[in-house]
């Protein structure tokens, strides 16, 4: 029953670096996404997916990139980290229907100095 | 674009007291889920609502999805310490895509 797996769970990384957050689901759900979550901001979507080689932008995609060459796989990249990318970051997917829920990962806190 | 906005943002209660938080959105929904988020865990889902008007209960939390499905709210009687978290209400629009409203941080005094 492993769901939504995220990692890793805690990164710091440092200024200009890059890194690959991964995000993985065996639950055959055709939409996955991304989010990042800062104090007072709530849940913010980043990029998701509707299916294998379809991706789109969410509200904040800027700094950001994604992939989904598989069904399970929807890994999101930081090209060159920012401080401003300093956050908990979270993956969920759900299955595209009307009446489903999203299934969220465990959560990858990111901290960029 | 979709815009889900929620109110209060933080709410702190006596254990006991009552709670509600509501969900407004710029659009007319297809429906609108509520999640559970509890101090350091991930956002788990609570409910979700289709019908206009819809009311649904899940003992001592009931949710109600407005009439012209663009607003809803969320209300807990007699709130209990293991209400502590951030409640989302979050809206489903097109290509399936998940807006999360800001949501409300409850905290319960013991």
């Known amino acids: 029953n492993a769901g939504v797996t995220q990692t890793p769970k805690f990164q710091v990384l440092k200024t200009g670096q890059s890194m690959t957050l991964q995000c993985a689901q065996d639950m055959n759900h055709e939409y996955m996404s991304w989010y990042r979550q800062d104090p007072g901001m709530g849940l913010r979507l980043i990029h998701y997916?509707?299916?294998?080689?379809?991706?789109d932008q969410g509200e904040v995609p800027n700094g950001y990139n994604v992939s989904r060459s598989t069904t399970e796989d929807f890994p999101l990249r930081l090209l060159s980290a920012a401080p401003s990318q300093t956050s908990v970051y979270f993956c969920?997917?759900?299955?595209?229907?009307?009446?489903?829920?999203?299934?969220f990962g465990q959560g990858t806190r990111l901290t960029v100095v | 674009g979709q815009q889900v906005m929620q109110i209060p943002q933080y709410q702190h209660v006596q254990e006991g007291e009552d709670f509600t938080t509501y969900c407004n959105s710029s659009t007319t929904l297809s429906n609108i889920q509520w999640y559970k988020q509890r101090p350091g865990g991930h956002p788990v889902f609570l409910i979700q609502l289709v019908k206009s008007g819809e009311v649904k209960k899940q003992k001592r939390l009931t949710f109600q999805f407005g009439e012209a499905k663009k607003n809803s709210s969320l209300h807990i009687t007699a709130t209990q310490t293991t209400d502590v978290g951030t409640y989302f209400c979050?809206?489903?629009?097109?290509?399936?895509?998940?807006?999360f409203g800001i949501g409300t941080k409850l905290q319960v005094i013991p």
């Open positions: 969920a997917s759900k299955a595209v229907q009307l009446v489903t829920e999203a299934f």
């Open positions: 979050a809206g489903v629009g097109g290509y399936q895509k998940v807006t």
């Open positions: 997916s509707v299916g294998a080689g379809i991706t």
